[in-house]
Structures are given as structure tokens and as C-alpha cells.
């Protein structure tokens, strides 16, 4: 096999970090780092520390990092295309997997081996034609993925015999392959569903996201960088949100790439974490029409956030599990607005949103976040430049996705971290321990 510049800095990196991880484990193991109460078991572990994830650090306050770096200063110091503002997605890839922002050389490295590793088999496409058009695009999207596990190169390598020692190798062809493979497979559905299934053919010249806008049928030079802004901030959001978790679990088993992130894929396309951003534009689409199709005053927004709250349901692009404070990823997304887009009423209504909601989600005592989060923005972008189908959205978030959980998962095989298996117990068993507690 011909050498990878990319695979050979990765083993430079994490190899050693393995032997380490070993004797830090070894010395420091007892060292008691928390401890937590029957509340949290009850409402989903959070804030429990259960899991290490080297690629990216999600802060309350401050909001994501990746390798120490904020969003803003992502947006600086990123490699970029000729002639664009905003980073290439390959450049997030390099420094999640290596620790260091990349050169403009080494991003064009990973550029050109994702060209070249792109080719999806023609049974992928079969089975995706044979599915009802209207199966919603993350269950193609999810179903695709799992298609082209015949592909993997980890699975094969691991029925002929792999030392543990070895697992990472195959594991970082299977993630750049995956990696490579899935904006091709995003934009035949896309095209598939809506465009009568007439298809684009990539350009290689192009890089990663530029060609996914390209194949979508976005030629347009500001949907290119919009995508390549959407692609970066979409990436990670360390290792306990549902779709980072469900790959680290999955992947513990040693299921391999493709069925890894499956399973991630189709924790992505739940309402509460990334399908919330087609709920975002269906709820605003509702409130235009609530209002006879215009566009709404801040009072008109206040009654029907209020209405929406006493129907039941959730504000789709408010709250967050961990963030306390507006998500950056809402902020470089309103920035890029303003920027490219300041008249635009889709995003203008975003703006009011975002001016009435958190208000009135702070006089709620039971919400712990009334700001918004990062889908609360990106549809509005979307339909700005002509894509209205926002039942696809989230397929656009899980190509992003991928880059921050394929990254992690080689980490994992790399480091090799263990199955997972934390403990359970029965409400039976709590009330007992509350009983000794209290006694
Ligand atoms: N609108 C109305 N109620 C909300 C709310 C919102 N935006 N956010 C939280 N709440 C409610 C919760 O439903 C919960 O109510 P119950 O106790 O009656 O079940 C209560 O407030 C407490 O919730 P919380 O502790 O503040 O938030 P959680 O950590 O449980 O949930 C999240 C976080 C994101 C699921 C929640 O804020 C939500 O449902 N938001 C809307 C959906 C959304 O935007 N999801 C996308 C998140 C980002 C992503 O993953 O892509």
C-alpha cells in the first residue's frame, strides 16, 4: 500500500499516547475525580463524567473547542479555500486527529485523499432507489451508511486476525473512507427525493464541501462557503451528546466504522438533538402562516412561542443539555447572516426569535437554558440560497457529525479504550440506598 502522510503523523501521535494513557492509568487510578447523586442517574447521566473524548471540550459558558480552539478563533486560524472567509471542514478533521491546526499543505492533503478514496459501490445507490421516496432522508442516510459496510476494510482485517495492537490501522481507512464516501451518498438522496433523481457527478477538483454543494446542485459561490462554515461548526461537541455517544458505544464492541456511526446517525435524527434543525424552519414556517403568511411583529412571535409552550411542546432550537449561554455556533451563523444575507426575512425572523424567546424561557423555572443553540440558525442559511427541503437538513448535520465522531472513534481503537459497560440498577435498589441515607 502506498504511504499516507496523514496515517503516519496519526500513529506518531497516538501510539505513544497509548503507552502513556497505560502508566497514567496505572499511577493515578485511584484518584476519586467525582461523584454524583440519584437525580443525575435519573435525568440521563448528565453532568456525570463517564467518558474521555480527546477531539473537542464542550464548556457551559463558553461553548465548544476543538483541541483548546473556540469557534471565532477556528474561523481565523483554519486553513481556507482561495478567495473564502471560512474554514475548510478538513482542516477541523486534521486538528481533531492530530492536535494541531493543519497547514494549508496538509489540509489539501486531506482534501485530495478524500477525492480519491470517494467512490461509492453501485449497490449503495441500488438498495437506496429501491425505498420509497418518501422514507425520511436520515433513515436513507442511516440505510446507506449501513450498505456500505461490505466495504469495510477493519471488518475484513478483523476475520482474518488483527492483534489488538493493530486495530487502529484498518480503523483509520475505514474512517477516511466513510468520511470520503458520505457527501456523494447525501446528495444522491437529495437529488433522489427531490430533483426526479437527476444526478450530479462530483468534481475532484473541488474540495470536500465545495463538492458536496456542487453535487447537491448548489453552484453558487456563497453556498459553497456557507457550507464549508456549516460543515466546520456541525463537527463535534465532545463525547456525550447522543450521536457522539452512540458511535463511541457502538464502537466499543469493535463494530467496525460503518456500523459505528450508523447507530450515531440514528441518534442524530431524534427531534431533541439533530432533526431539531428541520423543526426549527417547520415551526417558523408555522408561524408565518399562523399570521397569514407575513412576516410576524415581535408581539405576534411572543403569542405564538407562548401558544407553542402551552400546546406542550418544546421552542425546536432552545435549550441545551450542557450550554448555559448562547451557542457560538448560533453566533457564527448570525454573523455569516448579517454578513451575506442582512435582508433576508427568513433570518431577520430568526433575530426576533432570538430577541423574544429567551425571556420568556427564563421566567420557566424548570428550563436550565433558555438560549439558543446551533440549529436554531442553519435552516434559515439553507433556504437563503434556494435549499427549502428541510426534511434534509439533519443528512447535512450527520455529514459534518462524522468528521468529529470518526475522528474520536480511531482515537478510541488508537488509545485502545474498552468495551462500555457502566453499571444499572433497579428503582428498588435506589430506594433502598435513599433508606440507608436517610437512616
Ligand atoms: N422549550 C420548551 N421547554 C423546554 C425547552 C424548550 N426549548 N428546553 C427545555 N425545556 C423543558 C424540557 O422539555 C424539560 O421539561 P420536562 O421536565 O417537563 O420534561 C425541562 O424544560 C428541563 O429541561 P432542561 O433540563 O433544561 O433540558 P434537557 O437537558 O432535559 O434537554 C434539550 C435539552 C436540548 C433536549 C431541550 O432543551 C430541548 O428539548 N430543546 C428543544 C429541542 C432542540 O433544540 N434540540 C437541539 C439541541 C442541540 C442539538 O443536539 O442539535
Redesign the pocket.
Known sequence: MKTDKLKEKFAKVALPMAAELKDFIKENGNHVIGSYTIEQVYSGM?GMIGMVTETSKLDPEEGIRFRGYSIPELREKLPKAPGDTEPLPEGIFYLMLIGEIPTDEEATYVSNQWARRSNVPKHVFDMLDKLPANTHPMTQFSMAVMALQTESVFASAYRKGLSKKEYWDPMYEDVMNLIARLPRVAAYIYRRVYKNGVHIEPDPKLDWAANFAHMLGYDDYNMKRLMRLYLTIHADHEGG?VSAHSTHLVGSALSDAYLSFAAGMNGLAG????L?NQEVVRWLIDLRNYYDGATPSKEQIHEYVMKT?EDGK????????VLRKTDPRFIAQMEFAKTYMPDDSMCQIVHTVYDVVPPI?SGIK????PWP???AHSGALLIHYGMEEYDFYTVLFGVSRALGVLASLLWDRALGHPIERPGSVTTEWMKAQAMKAHA
Open positions: 448528565k451528546n427531534p431533541l438533538h439533530g431539531a409552550i418544546v421552542i425546536p432550537g432552545y435549550g441545551h443539555a424561557l424548570k428550563i436550565k437554558n443553540n446551533v440549529d
